[in-house]
């Protein structure tokens, strides 16, 4: 922002020069309202921070750039590079895997749930029970499947997760696909 030089009389026509305020004498003042410069905050200890490039440590630095690579970072993925290698992060990766393992064998279940009549009509090679293997089929294709269906809605609603749904549903499945294979 700029103000007029003083003892100066603006005439018609005459243009006047405007000077910096910075070069009036006194203190400048602080405009109400106007955005001040974002101050540098050192980086936290805690959560820990590494570089995202060489894994240095990054806690108490000022200037956003690793002392140790010369590399610039961001905060957030150095506080993620630093989650990454804690023991938290591993635990997370262990659990995932895990998770990958309950949906696979969630999957599986269900599967075996409705192939379980045929392959015990195939190994008995006669239905035991009250049905034929073609009405156990039916049974199979029109009772389970629907209770899967639903099952599979309550619990997304519900908001178990995908590996816990699977699983939940594939065990159902495999005990329904059992108890109408010996009917």
């Keep these: 922002m700029t103000q007029p030089p003083h003892n100066r009389q603006e005439s018609p026509g005459e243009r006047i020069e405007l000077e910096p305020l910075s070069s009036r004498a006194g203190p400048a003042r602080k405009t109400p309202g106007a955005p001040e410069a974002p101050a540098r905050e050192s980086v936290p200890p805690w959560p820990v921070h590494l570089c995202p490039n060489c894994d240095y440590n990054l806690t108490g630095l000022i200037e956003r750039r690793c002392p140790e690579c010369g590399e610039p970072f961001d905060l957030g993925e150095a506080r993620f590079r630093g989650f990454e290698l804690s023991e938290g992060g591993a635990s997370l990766r262990h659990w995932e895997k895990l998770d990958w393992v309950r949906r696979g064998l969630g999957v599986g ?11 015990v009509g ?16 039916w049974l199979m294709l029109f009772l389970v499947a629907p209770g899967d269906l639903m099952l599979l809605m309550v619990c997304w609603y519900l908001d178990y997760g995908w590996s816990r749904i699977l699983l939940t549903v594939g065990i159902l499945t495999a005990a329904a696909g059992l108890l109408v294979a010996f009917l």
């Design 122 to 137: 195939a190994v008995f090679k006669s239905t035991p029970g009250l049905l034929p293997a073609v009405g156990k089929r």
């Design 109 to 119: 279940l269900i599967i075996l749930g409705f192939c379980l009549p045929t392959i």
